[in-house]
């Protein structure tokens, strides 16, 4: 996949969607009734560049202040869905430890791990920060999980959804009409291009997680090191 080329596809037809007022709410965010939980190995960006990117959401906050913005601890990068978030899952329903055991025999060999977020692109119904890879290593993590899952008995819903191929990181869900809609996206212009910087992946988490991925929801399975 040409990554730049998927990205600008994107964003050109969502800002297109969004300027005819075709965009998606999300009304699940605040819902008490909200009960979609599932299990996801993910990376999480430096701090440094979670900051960069919190700059960007101040001025769009200053816009549209009711839409939902990611905090910097919900800020990632989805490597896999293992068992995406549906209605009703419970931790206790799967034995963690085999989880585990896949992931590491799927990292063997995987090392030198870089991200560089620059940009941004859009959905209908959210903003993410372009992320691009250094490497194919992160693509050839998400094949060995593929295979190492597909062939086991272990609960699992990988590519269901949709086949990720990216490392992008949503940062803005939208939950509100939007009031200021142009100025909004004037800034989101802006930033475009933005460089926001690079990180090398020291660690991977497997973490239970609600939808938005809320820090007072997710629970940390295990961490494993990543060599550079």
């Not at 297109?16 to 939980?37: G, M, T």
């Not at 200053?62 to 839409?67: A, H, V």
């Not at 212009?189 to 988490?205: A, D, H, I, L, P």
Request: some cysteine; charged content about 25%.
């Amino acid at each position: 996949m040409n990554l730049a080329e998927h990205y600008n596809n994107l964003y050109a037809q969502s800002v297109k969607s969004i300027l005819s007022d075709d965009y998606q709410l999300d009304d699940l965010i605040d819902s008490p009734l909200d009960n979609r939980f599932g299990i996801t190995l993910l990376i999480r960006p430096s701090l440094e560049v979670k900051n960069n990117i919190q700059k960007f959401l101040n001025e769009l906050k200053e816009i549209e202040p009711n839409q939902y913005y990611y905090d910097n601890s919900d800020i990632h990068i989805t490597i896999m869905s293992i068992i995406s978030c549906y209605n009703g899952f419970k931790l206790e329903s799967i034995q963690t430890s085999k989880y585990v055991e896949l992931i590491k025999k799927s990292l063997a060999n995987i090392s030198n791990i870089e991200i560089e977020f620059k940009g941004i692109t859009a959905s209908t119904s959210c903003l993410m920060i372009q992320g691009f890879m250094n490497n194919d290593i992160l693509n050839e993590l998400r094949n060995n999980l593929r295979e190492k899952f597909k062939n086991s008995n272990l609960q699992q819903s990988i590519d269901q959804r949709y086949t990720i191929q990216t490392a992008h990181a949503t940062v803005v869900r939208f939950k509100e009409k939007f009031h200021q809609k142009n100025n909004f996206l004037e800034v989101v212009k802006k930033y475009r291009e933005q460089n926001f910087g690079t990180f090398s992946v020291e660690t991977v988490e497997l973490v239970y997680n609600d939808w938005y991925q809320r820090a007072k929801f997710v629970e940390k399975l295990s961490e494993f090191s990543i060599k550079n």
